[in-house]
């Protein structure tokens, strides 16, 4: 059913000529469904600081897609398991913190930091359970610089073959990745479908238009504002304006003066986001997951170099709230237009959406050879 209106061929031919996905792409829960299974349950997923991850027994639980999973540090370094009982399937682990075991709180199945069950209430007095048996099934986890990402294909690239390059990027342009410290961290939900959210972070087409406090600071002009794809990662580079750099604005912006002169915005593909902004060292990082066709939730945390001043860590969460606040209104109301199912398809401006049509043409390539399972 997925591609019974058009093939993948004529998709991606359409995405030649500018020629978008069907509206219904991003409402129909069905697609979503096979986006889960095909896209999210073999990328990669962003779940933690690493330095959260740093003694035994520490763990951080997070999503694969719609899969929970726990990362928790044992004698033989960091493990990731399925974060679902064997029994019930209740979630077992909540939130970050320390344990000795994971034990799950509805009927006390406890499994060791290896993932192997080691009691079960009762067992013995029923029916033998093989305890063996029923560990955790695994993840695969594996760090990038100071972040903790995990997957569930075991088989699955290196995660620096898949980003590496984000690193050095962001080495070239003064973050320092290794010293980056873990500063706050926020959830939120929004009412759009992720493709529509992650298509509006992959163009500043819409900045001059939608973000004049951003395009105040960051030259967005489209003879200098930089959009490239390479593999899995799609970035754009942006530098701080001189006049932003003096305070010469109309609106209120941070204090942009400092090591780093060029904001940068990562997408690791399919749903992990990297953000940089000029000025004392920082990054955000957010990951977004399908909720429904029709929302996404997700979280960001924001990172700092050491020794960050407080009042500019606060200034630049607002400034980048201000700006998320500013694409949920976009989205929201794209989400609306893509309901009503007309215009049936949109037309890209390629020259400056080039982004947004790759980022199409790897959904397409991904569903492609699923139609019929
Ligand atoms: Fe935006």
Known sequence: ?????????????????GISLPAHWYTDSKITEQELAHIFRS?????????QLANRGDYVTGQAGRVPV??????????????????????????????????????????????????????????????EELGLLPARVE???????????????????????????????????????????EEWRFEANWKTMIENYLECYHCPVAHPGFSAAIDVRPDRYKLHADGLVFSQAGEVRPSALEGKTRLPLYDLVGEIKESQYYLLWPNTTINVNPGFPNLSIDVWIPDGAN??????????????????????????????HEDETLTDSVQRGLLGGLPGRGQFLVSSEHLVVGFQRMVVEALRDTKGR
């Open 143 to 185: 760090t990038l610089g100071p972040f903790v990402f995990v997957t569930l294909d075991l088989q699955a690239r290196p995660l620096a073959d898949c980003y590496g390059s984000v690193l050095q990027q962001l080495a070239k342009t003064g973050v320092r990745p290794g010293e980056l410290e873990c500063h706050s961290r």
């Open 70 to 131: 726990v990362v928790v540090r044992n004698d033989q370094g960091l493990s990731a398991f399925i974060n679902v009982c064997r029994h019930r399937r209740h979630i077992i682990m909540k939130g970050r913190g320390q344990a000795t075991s994971l034990q799950c709180p509805y009927h006390a199945w406890t499994y060791d930091l290896q993932g192997g069950l080691k009691r079960a209430p009762r067992a013995a007095a029923g029916p033998e359970l093989r305890l």
């Open 295 to 324: 929302a996404t939730k997700g979280f960001s945390e924001q990172y700092f170099a050491p020794g960050v001043d407080a009042q500019f860590a606060r200034d630049l969460i607002a400034f980048n709230k201000q700006v998320a």
């Open 1 to 17: 059913m997925l591609f019974s209106e058009e093939t993948p061929d004529e998709l991606l031919a359409d995405l030649d000529r």
């Open 43 to 51: 990328s990669w997923h962003y779940v933690g600081p690493a330095a």
